[in-house]
Every structure is written in structure tokens, then in C-alpha cells.
T-cell receptor
Framework: EDQVTQSPEALRLQEGESSSLNCSYT??????LFWYRQDPGKGPEFLFT???AGEEKEKERLKATLTKKESFLHITAPKPEDSATYLC?????????FGAGTRLTVKP | NAGVMQNPRHLVRRRGQEARLRCSPM?????VYWYRQLPEEGLKFMVY????????ESGMPKERFSAEFPKEGPSILRIQQVVRGDSAAYFC?????????????FGQGTRLTVV
């Protein structure tokens, strides 16, 4: 069965303290891996799509990487406005399967 | 180009009533996904539809839940005889196609409360 596991469940950082979020997956026929940001009470906001191992994408302080078994979302010098839940999803044949998310809190 | 529109944003129903949640995909998008999210949990896949077709409903409860995406108009997620356990946020996402595995854009969700 397709599975997506995110770790840690929650992460508290000081402003400027870089770190990484992990998304490990088991899926047959991976079509793409997605990262979303979700703020409380809102829908997920698209960040990145990764399609093949070795691929990397960057957007401001965020960089996503992909291997055959996992993806990392690296956050460099985070700011309080980066606080949110970050969701990872894998797209297989007919649907996108989401992980439970990592709740990131960045303290000033 | 408006994003994915869901309405209502908030819906309160008494136990036993019906809930209808609507999702208008982005212009040009013909693929719709419905997800349910409980507090402090991730999104759980429910159903994947294309225009007039249900492609995958493996995440839908067998009873009381149904979904459609007619040729004209929004996609509808229908919950009959709601129970307290149906209280959750329901999100809809749309994408232009499946084959290219492009990103899916989400609506702001409908928060269903069953009292």
C-alpha cells in the first residue's frame, strides 16, 4: 500500500536557525512528489513538484530535494512568517496521497 | 483566472441532515480531487473525478457519501444523514490533467460542523 510519512511531526526553530523536514514514501509508479504549505484555516498552497531522483527546486528560503525513497524540504535562515504546516504528497496512478504534515514554528 | 472555489466556507448541519459541498475547479481544469482533513491530521484522499466520471473512489466511505462532477457546473460532494464524526474540513483540488502529473491547486475548504 502506498504510504507517505513525514517527520518530525512538529519542529520549533529560532529565527535564522536552518533545518530540514523529511518526507519518506513507498509508492508504486511515482508520478510526482509535491510540497505544500498550509496555514491554519486555509487550503494547502502549492510550493514545489519534483519528478525524479536527484531533482532539486528552490523558492526563496526553501529548497526541496528528492531521492528514490524520500524528499527533504530545507529551510535556510527561517523567519517567523515561515511558520505553517508543511505537507508532502505523492502522486501515483489515480490520486495524491498526503503525509500528516510537519508543523513548523519559527520564534523571533 | 480565479482559483479553486469552494462553497460554502462553513456549513453547520444537525445529525441526520444532508450536507452538500460544492467545488468549482480552476478554469481549464477537468480533474477534481476531494480530501477530508481532521484537526491536527493530514489530508485523506476521498475521490478523484473527471467530467461526468468517477475515476477513483477508494477513499470514500461506502455509505452516505457520494460525489459527482457533471458536464456543466461544479463538483458536488454529498453527505447524507450526517453524523458527528463527519465534522471536518473538506478540501477540493483541481488539475488540468493527470498524465503530466502537474500540480493540483486547492480551494480554501468547507468546514462542516455536525451538531
Amino acid at each position: 500500500e502506498d504510504q507517505v510519512t513525514q517527520s518530525p511531526e512538529a519542529l520549533r526553530l529560532q529565527e535564522g536557525e536552518s533545518s530540514s523536514l523529511n518526507c519518506s514514501y513507498t509508492v508504486s509508479g511515482l508520478r510526482g512528489l509535491f510540497w505544500y504549505r498550509q496555514d491554519p484555516g486555509k487550503g494547502p498552497e502549492f510550493l514545489f513538484t519534483l519528478y525524479s531522483a536527484g531533482e532539486e527546486k528552490e523558492k526563496e528560503r526553501l529548497k526541496a530535494t528528492l531521492t528514490k525513497k524520500e524528499s527533504f524540504l530545507h529551510i535556510t535562515a527561517p523567519k517567523p512568517e515561515d511558520s505553517a504546516t508543511y505537507l508532502c504528497a505523492v502522486q501515483a496512478e489515480n490520486d495524491m496521497r498526503f503525509g500528516a504534515g510537519t508543523r513548523l514554528t519559527v520564534k523571533p | 483566472n480565479a482559483g479553486v472555489m469552494q462553497n460554502p466556507r462553513h456549513l453547520v448541519r444537525r445529525r441526520g441532515q444532508e450536507a452538500r459541498l460544492r467545488c468549482s475547479p480552476m478554469k481549464g481544469h477537468s480533474h477534481v480531487y476531494w480530501y477530508r482533513q481532521l484537526p491536527e491530521e493530514g489530508l485523506k484522499f476521498m475521490v478523484y473525478l473527471q467530467k461526468e466520471n468517477i475515476i477513483d473512489e477508494s477513499g470514500m466511505p461506502k455509505e452516505r457519501f457520494s460525489a459527482e462532477f457533471p458536464k456543466e457546473g461544479p463538483s458536488i460532494l454529498r453527505i447524507q444523514q450526517v453524523v458527528r464524526g463527519d465534522s471536518a474540513a473538506y478540501f477540493c483540488a483541481s488539475s488540468p490533467n493527470r498524465a503530466l502529473s502537474t500540480e493540483a491547486f486547492f480551494g480554501q475548504g468547507t468546514r462542516l460542523t455536525v451538531v
